[in-house]
């Protein structure tokens, strides 16, 4: 996408709503089970746009269901002394049943209604975690950008998810749902130098031009994770104010915001990437081939890193839980403060 010229739109770019829909399925889309498992049913926010304005799936959250027999236990525990919170029969999860995830995903439910704040420590207590090796986390009530407050609760350890922890998460007494955690990869954006660094297993591996977003449309800074990812998103920047500036289909598109930020193919990295920033906020990378490559490394829940940046993504941006010190995040648990 193309640079626009007005300053004034940065704020416009922020906070418009858009809709979205998914792009027709293309040859080129990853088989990878364990990527398709991990977020199969369509989110109902509607997103608001950071990075580029965007038509396809959101943070996808699935219904709780009765799950299927899975090699790590459920965790062992009594009932709660409290009653069984009702909200819990309408939560949906965002994890699937049986996926692999990347290292940064928290595990996020979401309700129908916003609970009351009374019973908010009620449904935690309900929500039981166990973990294969043993990882303590705490649960922490998350204002979502698209939803009100007492409508999200998400859990995360102190640091990233070790690589190979088997997670079993019992939503009371109505489902049980198991996933695992894979590799460990983490992608850092230096927005002043161009260049992104894949790091997986602790070790860089590849280093990436990049072009980031423009001055006054900026990508957003901090820890963002990746939601899901497309083969081609539509994108119009007419339903962000921003004009005729851009609109069709872009591929190998990385879903890091609710607010519309990815990492996708953009005919102008082929010119920039790696000297200026030019985007509308997202992350640029050149049609050689380089943007095909990085959507198939990465699975949802890996962890992107934006340095050098302005503003810092809220927790409630997609999963932007890791810009909390664990403090802060223990400062809005219900049973923990």
Known sequence: MSAHSAHSAHHTHHSAHHTYRSAPRSTGRSRRRTVLGVLTAACALVLTATGCAATTSSAATEPTRPATPHRSAAPARTAPAVPEPAAL???????????????????????P?????????????????GTEPAVSGAWSWVKDRNLLDGQRVDYRPPAYWKPGTRVTLRVGTHAVRHFAVGRSLTATVDVRRHIMTVTEDGKPVTRIPVTAGRPGLDTWNGTMVVMDKQPKVYMDSRTVGLGDAYHGYYAWAVHVTASGTYVHQNP??????????????????????????????????DVIRVTGSLETVEAGNGYGDWNLTWSQWLAHSASKN
């Open 113 to 129: 209604h916003p609970v009351p704040p009374a019973q908010r420590a009620a449904v935690e207590h309900w929500l039981a975690v």
């Open 268 to 301: 102008n990295a082929d010119t920039y990437a790696g000297r200026s920033n030019v985007t509308h906020g997202c992350v640029g990378l050149a049609t050689d081939g380089t943007a095909e490559r990085f959507y198939r490394r990465v699975i949802p829940g």
């Open 89 to 111: 029969a309408g939560a949906r999860v965002n994890v699937g049943e049986g996926a692999t995830v990347g290292v940064g995903m928290p595990i996020s439910v979401t309700f």
